[in-house]
């Protein structure tokens, strides 16, 4: 790994050496720096591993405590060039099933063993690994804005390179069990507070922590191992209380923080791992602890769930790249954003752009309706502030963001309209029209609209090449995902504009073609009436939801719908049928129709599925009654040998056959898009890493072979249990869904 890229100065000293591409040894006087630089983020990639190594096996030869005229060295510095500090391992060596983190632990604890002080200059997003070196480091100097954490749980893991040990130790081990176990990287205050860093600057990091590194030098301070010191039980600083906790409290400490995690281990195996080791560190010291740690770590990596869990990391990332794109297309400017119907979705709406700091116009067609849009708003961020989740002052900023106006013409400088009124064609139609109208060349018009012909409301507009979807799920100011309708004929750098705008409002943007409910709601059409068939040959709702949920979704379809109400969810179902969209199958979403028929609209109206005490579904012997009655007359047989396996079968697999489809037909662009669509809009399990990933894990043959056996056993006169072609060919000739790349 060494070369001869040695830089010299005049007295022979050797100023730069680069130790490979990404990691340079420099020297300012009598101080060494490690550089890395390993663009983007400068992952912990393999040659940053081995730079790393043979830069520390060379700062430990030129080690001289106190420096010498010749050249020896007195302190080092380790900072990163770019946008970042090391932002963590390379998440995408993990599927190597070689991955060794030995080298790595071994490197750094040479780092923190050298006989000098050592400074980390951070700067950026210095987390997982990135954390981990910056602790076996002596001191830390941070610039302000630096966000610091170990987010590997996120990951489905946990720190693997000294992170549970080290961390504990310099800022206790109830706030480092907190940081680990949600993920969640705090900022240079608290940081600065806890002891996890020792100055911020407002400048270079490289600089500071030169200038840092020479008062240390200045006052004689040496090195300062943070795996020397002992583990604080009691929360708060390493300053904290140097009492040492009696044996049975530390093993109380623990019991607790396992008996809370209990819950969510089984699909978190990280989680409780997370707490062995770090009691391991503390009663049993550092080394121990870092084996514990180790151990659990490779075992982590190889689990299902952080496979899951790191697909779902690129497939995040990947959704944003829109394939066939020129690279050099020009985004158009977004600097205020218009919005019709100041609804419940139109509100939700307009709240994303304003948290943004992106002034936007609101307009409905009465006073009244305007208000009542703009109090909701209001009293939803005064909610935030009441939790402590805002500051009251950033209320009010964020309500000078919006603008009220009856006037579609006040839309006149806006760059970027999206009409948000209520789900109906001939309505959709004329704003859609007046806007064609109003909105100044190059503005981009988007339709909120997750069931009508976005290409026909496009060409209302006039301007179809300015025209796209931007589906929003509600609530609006919440749900992380906008798929993003890509007409006919929108423009590339419409497309482009809207998915890279998502992004600035904090959205996950996936682009998905022209096709009924679009990526989304198509696939969970399948789940529904496959669930709602369930209903009707006998098995309850609770029973439906129970299985389901086992899968880790946080609510089965008869919860779901009863919370988005059942009138709501009819209403789809009979447009849709109006519109001829449904297969001539008058048993066909039969429940949801009857439901809505007899009032029973769920959660708002204390019925539905289920009966409400309050927000509590409780079971109702009504709702038996109506689907028994509703077999009858389907001349649908009910059955009392309905088990988990067949609901959890015949809700996902037909979903999963959808989603193929929606690949055969280039809805979406890949399969990734699908999983992300599911993870961030439907609740999902991210541990399951979304259905395409699971139909993966399942095997195509698996999958195909149980399709085929429902439509044996339930006959299949409408082709529901038809099988993809997409799934028949990978099940026959093998090979994944993740492989799919278009059609
Ligand atoms: C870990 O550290 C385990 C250790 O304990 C033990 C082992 C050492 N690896 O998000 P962005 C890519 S586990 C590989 O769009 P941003 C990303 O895919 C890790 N690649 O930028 C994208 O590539 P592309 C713990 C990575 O500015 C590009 O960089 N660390 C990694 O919005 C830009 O990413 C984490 O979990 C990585 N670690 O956000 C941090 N990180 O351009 C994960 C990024 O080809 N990363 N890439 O699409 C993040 O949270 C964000 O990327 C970050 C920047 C906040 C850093």
Not at 425 to 432: E, F, G, P, Y
Not at 650 to 655: F, I, V
């Given at each position: 790994?060494?070369?001869d890229k040695?830089?010299?100065?005049?007295?022979?000293k050797?100023?730069?050496?680069?130790m490979?591409?990404?990691?340079?040894?420099?020297?300012?006087?009598?101080i060494?720096?490690i550089?890395?630089?390993?663009?983007?983020?400068?992952a912990?990639?393999g040659?940053v591993?081995?730079?790393?190594?043979?830069?520390?096996d060379?700062?430990?030869a030129?080690?001289?405590?106190?420096g010498?005229?010749?050249?020896?060295?007195a302190?080092?510095?380790?900072?990163?060039?770019?946008?970042?500090?090391?932002?963590?391992?390379?998440?995408a060596?993990f599927?190597?099933?070689d991955?060794?983190?030995?080298?790595?632990?071994d490197?750094?604890?040479?780092?923190?063993?050298?006989a000098l002080?050592v400074?980390a200059?951070?700067?950026?997003?210095?987390l997982g690994g990135?954390l981990?070196?910056?602790?076996?480091?002596?001191?830390r100097?941070?610039?302000?804005?630096t966000?610091?954490?170990?987010?590997?749980?996120?990951?489905?893991?946990?720190?693997?390179?000294?992170?549970?040990?080290?961390l504990p130790r310099?800022?206790?081990?109830g706030?480092?069990?907190?940081?680990?176990?949600?993920?969640?990287?705090i900022g240079?205050?608290?940081?600065?507070?806890?002891?996890?860093?020792?100055a911020?600057?407002d400048?270079?990091?490289r600089t500071?922590?030169?200038?840092y590194?020479?008062?240390l030098l200045?006052q004689?301070?040496g090195p300062?191992?943070?795996?020397e010191?002992?583990?604080?039980?009691?929360a708060?600083?390493g300053?904290g209380n140097e009492?040492?906790?009696?044996?049975t409290?530390?093993a109380d400490f623990?019991?607790?923080r396992r008996?809370?995690?209990?819950?969510?281990?089984?699909?978190?195996?990280?989680l409780?791992?997370?707490?062995?080791?770090v009691?391991a560190?503390?009663?049993?010291g550092?080394?121990?602890?870092?084996?514990?740690e180790t151990?659990?770590?490779q075992?982590?990596?190889?689990?299902p769930?952080s496979?899951?869990m790191?697909a779902?990391?690129?497939?995040?990332?990947?959704?944003?790249?829109?394939p066939?794109?020129p690279?050099?297309?020009a985004?158009?400017?977004?600097r205020?954003?218009g919005?019709?119907g100041a609804?419940?979705?139109?509100?939700?709406?307009a709240?994303?752009?304003?948290?943004?700091?992106?002034?936007?116009v609101?307009?409905?067609t009465?006073?009244?309706?305007?208000?009542?849009g703009l109090?909701i708003?209001r009293?939803?961020y005064?909610?935030?502030?009441?939790?402590?989740?805002?500051?009251?002052?950033e209320?009010?900023?964020?309500?000078a963001?919006?603008?009220?106006?009856?006037?579609?013409?006040?839309?006149?400088?806006?760059?970027?309209?999206?009409?948000?009124?209520?789900?109906n064609?001939?309505?959709?139609?004329?704003?859609?029209a007046?806007?064609?109208?109003?909105?100044?060349p190059?503005?981009?018009?988007?339709?909120n609209?997750s069931?009508l012909?976005?290409d026909a409301l496009?060409?209302?507009?006039g301007?179809?090449?300015?025209?796209?979807?931007?589906?929003?799920?509600?609530?609006?100011?919440?749900?992380?995902?906008?798929?993003v309708v890509?007409?006919a004929?929108t423009?590339?750098?419409v497309?482009a504009?809207v998915?890279?705008?998502?992004r600035?409002?904090?959205?996950?943007?996936?682009v998905?073609?022209v096709?009924?409910?679009?990526?989304?709601?198509?696939?969970?059409e399948?789940y529904?009436?496959e669930?709602?068939?369930?209903?009707?040959?006998?098995?309850?709702?609770?029973?439906?939801?129970?299985?389901?949920?086992?899968?880790?979704l946080?609510?089965?379809?008869?919860r779901?719908?009863?919370?988005?109400?059942?009138?709501?969810?009819?209403k789809?179902?009979?447009e849709?049928?109006?519109?001829?969209g449904?297969?001539?199958d008058?048993s066909?979403?039969a429940a949801?129709q009857?439901m809505?028929?007899?009032?029973?609209?769920g959660?708002k109206?204390g019925a539905g599925?289920?009966?409400y005490?309050?927000?509590?579904?409780l079971?109702?012997?009504e709702?038996?009654?109506?689907?028994?009655a509703?077999a009858a007359e389907h001349?649908?047989?009910?059955?009392?040998?309905?088990?988990?396996d067949?609901?959890?079968e015949?809700?996902?697999?037909?979903?999963i056959?959808?989603?193929?489809?929606?690949l055969?037909?280039?809805i979406?662009?890949r399969?990734?898009?699908?999983?992300?669509?599911?993870?961030?809009?439907?609740?999902f399990?991210?541990h399951?890493?979304?259905p395409?990933h699971?139909a993966?894990?399942?095997?195509?043959?698996?999958?195909?072979?149980?399709?085929?056996?429902?439509a044996?056993?339930?006959?299949n006169?409408h082709g529901?249990?038809d099988?993809s072609?997409?799934?028949a060919?990978?099940?026959?000739h093998?090979?994944r869904?993740?492989?799919?790349?278009g059609?």
């Open positions: 790994t060494m070369n040695a830089i010299v100065d005049e007295e022979g050797r100023m730069r050496d680069a490979n591409d990404s990691v340079t040894l420099e020297r300012a006087g009598r060494g720096l550089r890395i630089d390993h663009p983007p983020v400068n912990l990639a040659p591993r081995t730079g790393l190594r043979t830069a520390v060379r700062l430990a030129e080690a001289v405590p106190g010498t005229a010749a050249g020896g060295l302190a080092v510095v380790v900072y990163a060039a770019g946008r970042t500090f090391v932002a963590g391992g390379d998440i060596e599927d190597d099933p991955y060794d983190i030995t080298h790595l632990l490197t750094l604890a040479r780092l923190e063993g050298l002080p400074v200059a951070l700067h950026g997003s210095v990135g981990e070196i910056a602790m076996a480091c002596h001191y100097v941070a610039q302000a804005g966000r610091l954490g170990q987010p590997e749980v996120r990951l489905g893991l946990l720190p693997g390179a000294g992170g549970t040990q080290r310099l800022v206790g081990a706030r480092a069990l907190e940081m680990m176990l949600d993920g969640q990287p240079t205050d608290e940081a600065l507070r806890l002891g996890l860093i020792d911020v600057t400048g270079d990091p500071a922590a030169l200038a590194a020479e008062n200045a004689g301070a300062r191992r943070s795996a010191r002992p583990v604080m039980v009691t708060g600083a300053a009492a040492a906790a009696a044996a409290e530390v623990f019991a607790r008996t809370a995690l209990a819950a969510r281990a089984a699909v978190y195996p990280a409780p791992r997370i707490v062995d080791a009691e560190g503390c009663t049993q550092f080394a121990a602890g870092l084996a514990v151990q659990a770590f075992a982590c990596l190889r689990a769930q496979q899951a790191r779902l990391f690129f497939a995040e990332r990947e959704a944003a790249k829109l066939g794109l690279a050099d297309v985004l158009r400017p977004i205020r954003v919005v019709v609804g419940t979705m139109g509100g939700g709406i709240m994303n752009f304003a948290n943004a700091g992106i002034p936007v609101l307009v409905d009465s006073a009244e309706a305007l208000a009542r109090d708003v009293r939803n005064q909610a935030s502030a009441a939790r402590g989740k805002l500051d009251v002052a209320v009010e900023r964020r309500m963001c919006l603008h009220g106006t009856l006037a579609l013409a006040d839309l006149g400088d806006c760059d970027l309209v999206i009409e948000a009124v209520f789900e064609m001939a309505l959709k139609l004329q704003v859609c007046q806007l064609g109208e109003v909105c100044r190059g503005a981009i018009i988007a339709t609209t069931t012909d976005m496009a060409r209302a507009s301007r179809a090449g300015d025209f796209v979807g931007m589906h929003f799920f509600s609530p609006a100011n919440v749900m992380r995902l906008l798929e890509r007409g004929h423009a590339p750098e497309l504009t998915v890279r705008l998502a600035t409002i904090g959205k996950v943007a996936v998905s073609g096709c009924y409910g679009f990526i989304g709601n198509r696939m969970l399948s529904l009436r669930s709602e068939f369930l209903l009707l040959e006998g098995a309850s709702p609770a029973r439906i939801d129970a299985a389901i949920q086992s899968l880790g946080p609510m089965g379809p008869c779901m719908l009863d919370m988005a109400g059942l009138d709501v969810a009819a789809v179902v009979i849709h049928l109006k519109a001829g449904l297969p001539p008058p066909y979403r949801v009857r809505f028929a007899l009032g029973r609209f959660q109206t599925y289920y009966r005490d309050g927000r509590t579904p079971p109702d012997p709702v038996a009654d109506i689907c028994r509703l001349g649908i047989a009910q059955r009392d040998d309905i088990g988990d067949e609901i959890i015949r809700c996902l697999y037909p979903l056959n959808e989603g193929a489809r929606i055969e037909e280039g979406a662009y399969p990734g898009d699908i999983d992300v669509v599911w993870t961030c809009g439907y609740g399990p991210d399951r890493g979304g395409m699971m993966d894990r399942l095997g195509a043959a698996h999958i195909v072979r149980r399709l085929e056996h429902y044996r056993q339930r006959g006169p529901y249990w099988r072609a997409l799934l060919r990978l099940a026959e093998g090979g869904l993740a492989d799919f790349r059609a």
